[in-house]
């Protein structure tokens, strides 16, 4: 698949009601970046400093921003009433193609 040196993991977060992306760099357990948008603009919280150089950093966030941008309910906005936890976060990971999570979505 990518030749990046790091993986993007796109989650829906129903705490905090948005989709975000966690980025991971090989050798680490643990996530080194987490980047959403909100209605103010993109946000990232680092978790430490980045095991690479400046550049690729901004790149993988960069990567993570695109990744998100496919997601049409990423901010949270206006989710519908009554949904359950695991209904929330499949609202949450719906994409412009019309899937969630790979498969066709209402």
Known sequence: MSSLPFSIQVLGNVQTCRTEAEISFPGSAEPWAVVWEEASGWQSETFGSAPVSE???KQAIEAARLRLSQYIHRRGEN???G???AGLSLWLMA???GTAIGR???
């Open 55 to 57: 550049a690729l950093a």
């Open 104 to 106: 066709p979505f209402p």
């Open 83 to 85: 949904l359950s936890a």
């Open 95 to 97: 994409k412009a193609d």
């Open 79 to 81: 989710p519908p009433a």
